[in-house]
């Protein structure tokens, strides 16, 4: 079956930038969400379209996308971004909805 | 404000039957395609089925296919997953979800989220 691609974990420092990078070979023909979730709560959309931020959502948060990869960038990394981050597209059929593996931010 | 509120999870035996609920507020509930979501304890975010606005388009994953029916009701705001011959393995956190669209097309993603129904199946 149909796989996203995450880094299992990133962590990166209080004010820096982290990156996830989600890979899958359907990306180039087909829009990346993300999502992030903290413990004990629901999946938030924070990126849409590869790039879009809904409305609330901190312009420290941006996405980028190239090729067959996808790119969530936080930058200025603050405590509260720590939580699990998750690509999602869909296959190569357009039938299903695929989330990537997920990635566990931690801020050191 | 969106919100979405799912009831009617629980404790099951394998083999049997549970019928999830998500009752819908916030927004025109018949303007938009809606979907099922699980997350099993401690792992990712699955996919599981998704439904039109009218119902006239229905997807569900190879996973559940089968043994699963999603349905909506547009007069009362209400989303529906429908599960027979429950196995250890559908034991999840299920989210219900909201689409941006009425279709089920690209871009295909979920703007808003309830906060979960857990089911787990079990002897």
């Known amino acids: 079956s149909y796989e996203l691609t995450q880094p299992p974990s990133v962590s990166v420092s209080p004010g820096q930038t982290a990156r996830i990078t989600c890979s899958g070979d359907a990306l180039a023909k087909h829009y990346t969400h993300w999502y992030q979730q903290k413990p004990g709560q629901a999946p938030l959309l924070i990126i849409f379209?590869?790039?879009e931020r809904p409305s609330g959502i901190p312009k420290r948060f941006s996405g980028s996308s190239s090729g067959t990869t996808v790119t969530l960038t936080i930058s200025g990394v603050q405590a509260e971004d720590e939580g699990d981050y998750y690509c999602?597209?869909?296959?190569?059929?357009?039938?299903?909805?695929?989330f990537g593996t997920g990635t566990k931010v931690t801020v050191l | 404000e969106v919100k979405l509120a799912e009831s009617g999870g629980g404790w099951v035996r394998p083999g049997r039957s549970l019928r999830l609920s998500c009752a819908a507020s916030g927004f025109t509930f018949e303007d938009y395609a809606m979907h099922w979501v699980r997350q099993a304890p401690g792992k990712g975010l699955e996919w599981v089925s998704g439904i039109s606005w009218n119902s006239g388009d229905i997807a569900y994953a190879d996973s559940v296919k089968g043994r699963f029916t999603i349905s909506r009701e547009n007069a009362k705001n209400s989303l529906y997953l429908e599960m027979i011959s429950l196995r250890p393995e559908d034991t999840a956190l299920y989210y219900c979800?909201?689409?941006?669209?009425?279709?089920?097309?690209?871009?295909?993603?979920?703007?808003?989220w309830g906060q979960g129904a857990l089911v787990t199946v079990s002897a």
């Open positions: 379209n590869d790039r």
């Open positions: 999602q597209s869909t296959d190569s059929t357009a039938s299903h909805y695929v």
């Open positions: 979800a909201k689409d941006p669209q009425g279709t089920m097309v690209d871009p295909y993603f979920f703007d808003y």
